[in-house]
């Protein structure tokens, strides 16, 4: 499966972005697709995450209430809409899938196939 994600990019505080992330090559819809970040120096962070079929979502307590990821299992999509941004979500931001069981879908390490990242930057 090859990822590729998209729609990072500068953006004042209070701001929203929304994040793409599009699958080929595999069966998308068979995989649970997560969001991570990470900053220079520290280690991969645990954003959101979908199951296959859209109905169980997870989210990071620092995330929750503010981004919102989603599915479109018929354009093999991934979305992450941030909303209500601040300089703390400055990160490069990653989409994953894999097939993690439920204890460990917001274990980053679960996850085998990455996109490249993209580039999320909150600053006035």
């Known amino acids: 499966v090859q990822l590729q994600a998209s729609g990072g990019g500068l953006v004042q505080p209070g701001g929203s972005l929304r994040l793409s992330c599009a699958a080929s090559?595999?069966?998308?819809?068979?995989?649970?697709m997560t969001w991570s970040r990470q900053t220079p120096g520290k280690e991969r962070e645990f954003v959101a995450t979908?199951?296959?079929?859209?109905?169980?979502?997870y989210y990071s307590d620092s995330v929750k209430g503010r981004f919102t990821i989603s599915r479109d299992n018929r354009k093999n999509t991934v979305y992450l809409q941030m909303n209500s941004l601040t300089p703390e979500d400055t990160a490069v931001y990653y989409c994953?899938?894999?097939?993690?069981?439920?204890?460990?879908?917001?274990?980053?390490?679960?996850?085998?196939?990455w996109g490249q990242g993209t580039q999320v930057t909150v600053s006035s």
């Open positions: 090559g595999g069966t998308f819809n068979s995989y649970t």
């Open positions: 994953a899938a894999g097939r993690p069981v439920l204890s460990a879908v917001t274990n980053t390490n679960a996850y085998y196939y």
């Open positions: 979908i199951r296959s079929s859209g109905g169980h979502i």
